[in-house]
């Protein structure tokens, strides 16, 4: 089955302690994302892979490091979370971007993530 | 970073009602997207469109990619309550620096 996965799906954590939040898709993707949902913000891009070994900034990138060794992983780590980094984190994957039908983003089942 | 101006935020509609909502930018965008994302799940693609003016429809959902290239709509026919969500347009920037931008999402509550 076609999919995207994330792990953990739900995490508690402190102030300070690193954590890394796996993704893993089985598409043959190369282009990767990440995502964090804050209420009435939408969706905001913490950092993005168009493939392996290239990675870029997304809109919200602080506080977070990413990186694209294979082609299916692209886990997003951090390195000294804080309480503002409370959110949920999603995981997407397409084919590429910019080429018409092969962008369509596919979602992981997202990550809660609460620092306390 | 850029936004789309979606609208409306949040609706409460009775089961059976059309549904309508909009997202419009002042860019120009190649690519349209329509997502649903349902309460605890990721956002699912519903609808995706790629040349001004066009219109495609999934199921009771219907899209139309603006002839301006600057917005796009949603519409849902014949409501039901699983059409509860919240509904995300996206649009794919022109010019070489590809983005996806994404709209704040419209909240739909379907009362049966």
């Known amino acids: 089955e076609a999919q995207v996965t994330q792990n953990p799906r739900y995490l508690i954590t402190v102030t300070g302690k690193k954590l890394t939040v796996t993704c893993s898709q089985n598409?043959?993707?190369?282009?990767m994302s990440w995502y964090r949902q804050d209420p009435g913000l939408g969706l905001r891009q913490i950092y993005y892979?168009?493939?392996?070994?290239?990675?870029d900034k997304g809109d919200v990138p602080e506080g977070y490091k990413v990186s694209r060794k294979e082609k299916r992983n692209f886990p997003l780590i951090l390195e000294s979370p804080s309480p503002n980094q409370t959110s949920l984190y999603f995981c997407?994957?397409?084919?590429?971007?910019?080429?018409?039908?092969?962008?369509?983003?596919?979602f992981g089942p997202g990550t809660r993530l609460t620092v306390l | 970073g850029q936004q789309l101006n979606q609208s409306p935020q949040s609706m409460f509609i009775q089961e059976g009602e059309d549904v309508s909502m909009n997202c419009t930018s002042s860019s120009i965008f190649n690519t349209w997207l329509w997502y649903k994302q349902d309460p605890g799940e990721g956002p699912v693609l519903l609808i995706a469109?790629?040349?001004a003016g066009e219109l495609t429809s999934n199921g009771r959902l219907t899209a139309q990619f603006g002839i301006t290239r600057k917005d796009s709509f949603l519409n849902i026919s014949a409501s039901i309550p699983s059409d509860v969500g919240i509904y995300f347009c996206?649009?794919?920037?022109?010019?070489?620096?590809?983005?996806?931008?994404w709209g704040l999402g419209t909240s739909l509550a379907v009362n049966p």
């Open positions: 996206a649009g794919l920037n022109a010019g070489n620096n590809r983005k996806l931008i």
């Open positions: 892979s168009m493939n392996v070994e290239v990675t």
């Open positions: 997407a994957s397409s084919l590429s971007l910019g080429l018409a039908g092969s962008d369509t983003q596919y």
């Open positions: 598409m043959n993707h190369e282009y």
């Open positions: 469109l790629y040349k």
